[in-house]
């Protein structure tokens, strides 16, 4: 087995781990581009608008309050702010505090060499969410009250049981600074006149810092489907990610990440009604003058026989966005099967970054592992960086990692508009053949048609 987790395996106890992480980042600090996995992302010029130094963990014990409800056609779990952990759950979910007996899932899905976790671990109360296999309705984790603190660092950890069939979507969204959004979802058993049922959400504020763990521990013979959508429009980002994949187990993740607003309202609900009435807002006050940061640190542990996870991702920088995705794949465990494919544009003045590691266990023999990322920039002043990198400690396995970063053919261009269209569609049409291919590899309808809305616009 790997050693990459025995800095927990000497705790007893939560507090134990909470004291040792506390430790650790105290030592370690926050991110710098001498990291190797934060070479092109340093997170100093970002954090010091909101923390003088690392030891405000020393005094400041904020907290999160978590709000689980049931409606017709999903749950939703709400998540933001407060002084005190908070967990107010209206439904038949188990949902508590993790407790000593359950020490041994937390160091499975926590990662020691990301810093980033290690500090929402030694803040933050680990909350525990035990699913049981009779649930089939989907599970939306989003945000609320951002603008109440300068930062949140929730800490979810969900427990699938064996033989179970779940499907998640985080949503990271900012909508209503730009649009009004109806949704008819109604909480279960009750009554709605769908003609003035109104959802108005929040507006997540620009001048935030977001620490968010949430990890997935799979049992045996289930299979899970995690979509994660995100905006560059929300200050600091930082997603940590993780999932722990038993025997048969397999997971489907798929990531899209846009340049701003929710244009559609698909992921509120199946009888959500479309975008409505547009609203004024100032977008003045963003103390994050060189460009929001979304950060995803993303670990998957195959630790059981014949486990497969499938990664699939879409990032569009804009503006002065840095967007930055890294993603780790761990086998430990013999006949295992993984697939990253990550595809990106990079328009403007933004910086996009991917970092992608397949790491391979001396046991894990017969190993199936690819990783491939292609990236699009389309302006001069763009920066795009790939970093694929393979660790493999067995002998019998097929592994394989590539890497491309290109811009708009001038050909292709020349072509398209020697045939009647003007540049502008002829640019569209390009970056709509470029990301179709990723766009073909979701395995989920909704994303499928939201990729295509966001970006069949660009």
């Known amino acids: 087995m790997t050693n990459r987790n025995l800095m927990l395996e000497c705790c007893n106890s939560i507090e134990e781990i909470k004291d040792l992480c506390k430790k650790t980042f105290l030592q370690r600090g926050f991110p710098t581009s001498r990291d190797d996995s934060y070479k092109y992302t340093n997170m100093k010029k970002y954090y010091k608008n909101f923390f003088d130094s690392e030891d405000f963990i020393l005094t400041d014990k904020k907290q999160f309050a978590i709000t689980i409800n049931e409606f017709s056609n999903e749950y939703i779990i709400e998540l933001s702010p407060s002084d005190e952990l908070e967990i107010n759950n209206k439904t038949d979910i188990r949902v508590e505090k993790l407790k000593n007996d359950d020490i041994d899932i937390i160091r499975k899905v926590t990662y020691p060499a990301n810093s980033l976790s290690i500090l929402n671990n030694a803040i933050?109360?680990?909350?525990?969410?035990?699913?049981?296999?009779?649930i089939t309705k989907p599970i939306k984790i989003q945000y609320s009250k951002l603008n109440s603190s300068k930062y949140?660092?929730?800490?979810?950890?969900?427990?699938?049981?064996?033989?179970?069939?779940?499907?998640?979507n985080i949503i990271n969204e900012d909508i209503a600074d730009e649009f009004i959004t109806q949704t008819s979802s109604t909480k279960k058993n009750e009554k709605v006149d769908l003609d003035t049922s109104t959802f108005l959400k929040e507006n997540i504020a620009n001048n935030h810092f977001l620490n968010t763990n949430i990890a997935f521990w799979i049992g045996n013979n289930s299979k899970i489907r995690c979509n994660m959508l995100q905006c560059t429009d929300l200050g600091i980002d930082i997603n940590n990610i993780s999932f722990y994949l038993k025997e048969n187990s397999r997971l489907h993740f798929n990531n899209i990440i846009?340049?701003?607003?929710?244009?559609?309202s698909m992921f509120i609900g199946e009888n959500s009604s479309k975008i409505g009435k547009k609203v004024s807002h100032n977008k003045k006050d963003n103390r994050l003058t060189k460009g929001n940061l979304l950060r995803n640190n993303i670990l998957g542990r195959l630790d059981g026989e014949r486990s497969c996870a499938y990664f699939n991702g879409l990032y569009y920088c804009k503006n002065k966005h840095h967007i930055d995705n890294s993603l780790t794949l761990e086998h430990l465990q013999p006949n295992t099967f993984s697939n990253q494919f990550y595809k990106g544009i990079v328009t403007d003045y933004a910086k996009g970054i991917f970092n992608g590691k397949i790491y391979v266990e001396k046991e894990a023999q017969k190993t199936n592992a690819f990783q491939l990322n292609k990236v699009l920039v389309t302006s001069k002043n763009a920066k795009a960086r790939s970093k694929p990198d393979l660790e493999i400690y067995a002998d019998d396995v097929k592994c394989s990692h590539g890497a491309t970063i290109g811009n708009l053919d001038l050909e292709q261009l020349f072509y398209l508009s020697s045939r009647g269209l003007d540049a502008q569609l002829a640019k569209r049409l390009i970056v709509e053949g470029f990301v179709n291919e990723i766009i073909e590899r979701f395995d989920d309808p909704i994303m499928e048609r939201y990729a295509r809305n966001q970006f069949g616009n660009e």
């Open 258 to 264: 846009t340049k701003g607003m929710i244009k559609t």
């Open 152 to 168: 949140l660092m929730p800490n979810i950890i969900f427990k699938v049981p064996p033989n179970s069939n779940n499907s998640f």
């Open 124 to 134: 933050s109360n680990p909350v525990l969410i035990e699913l049981n296999p009779n």
